[in-house]
């Protein structure tokens, strides 16, 4: 299951974490795919994240983020393809082909859906 985390920078400073949330992360041995900055809510989303502390720091938490409605908030198509691709552990790099009516994209090698 894949664990994406929102940072949330009021918190953190209040929690005296003040350096730029991805230094943070790295200084908590946390490893993520991609991080989408969200500066009108004062949040960092941090995709695929790996070797989580348990438990978080308070400016922390998981997040349930559905990545196709994340499409143009600061993540392009691009992006989420790609961390959707880790997050099905899709790693054969094909195309991807897009069929039906419902425009549904899926990887042309494993077949695994990617973006419905």
């Given at each position: 299951?894949?664990?994406?985390?929102?940072?949330d920078i009021?918190?953190?400073?209040?929690?005296?974490?003040?350096?730029?949330?991805?230094?943070?992360?790295?200084?908590?041995?946390?490893?993520y795919?991609?991080?989408?900055?969200?500066?009108?809510?004062?949040q960092?989303?941090?995709?695929?994240?790996?070797?989580t502390?348990?438990?978080?720091?308070?400016?922390?938490?998981?997040?349930?983020?559905?990545?196709?409605?994340?499409?143009?908030?600061?993540?392009?198509?691009?992006?989420?393809?790609?961390?959707?691709?880790?997050?099905?552990?899709?790693?054969?790099e094909?195309?991807l082909?897009?069929?039906?009516?419902?425009?549904?994209?899926?990887?042309?090698?494993?077949?695994?859906?990617?973006?419905?």
């Amino acid at each position: 299951m894949a664990r994406h985390l929102i940072f949330d920078i009021r918190q953190a400073y209040e929690c005296g974490a003040n350096d730029q949330p991805e230094k943070v992360l790295k200084e908590l041995g946390i490893k993520y795919q991609h991080s989408t900055p969200q500066s009108i809510g004062d949040q960092w989303w941090f995709w695929n994240c790996e070797n989580t502390p348990e438990p978080l720091p308070s400016y922390l938490k998981f997040a349930d983020l559905n990545l196709v409605e994340m499409i143009g908030c600061g993540l392009a198509k691009e992006q989420a393809i790609d961390i959707l691709r880790k997050e099905l552990r899709c790693t054969c790099e094909a195309p991807l082909i897009r069929t039906g009516n419902n425009g549904c994209e899926y990887c042309g090698i494993c077949e695994k859906d990617i973006i419905d």
